[in-house]
């Protein structure tokens, strides 16, 4: 069986990883996480904010 590719970022599983095993506290962890999801959300602005052909 092949290694499948993980649908996350790299770093959002290191993030979890260091949460999980005590490296980092849940204030680090939640403040990781909100500055990935804001930066997939700037990375993905583009394909939402044109117009749909109608």
Same mark, same amino acid.
Request: charged fraction near 30%; hydrophobic fraction near 35%; glycine fraction near 8%.
């Given at each position: 069986?092949? *290694?499948?590719?993980?649908?996350? *970022?790299?770093?959002? /599983?290191?993030?979890?990883?260091? &949460?999980?095993?005590?490296? /980092?506290?849940? #204030?680090? &962890?939640?403040?990781?996480?909100?500055?990935?999801?804001?930066?997939?959300? /700037?990375?993905?602005? *583009?394909? &939402?904010?044109?117009? #749909?052909?109608?």
């Amino acid at each position: 069986m092949e *290694p499948t590719q993980s649908k996350l *970022p790299r770093e959002a /599983i290191e993030l979890y990883n260091d &949460f999980i095993h005590g490296e /980092i506290s849940r #204030r680090a &962890f939640i403040e990781g996480v909100q500055r990935l999801a804001g930066g997939m959300a /700037i990375r993905e602005w *583009p394909r &939402f904010s044109k117009p #749909r052909p109608e």
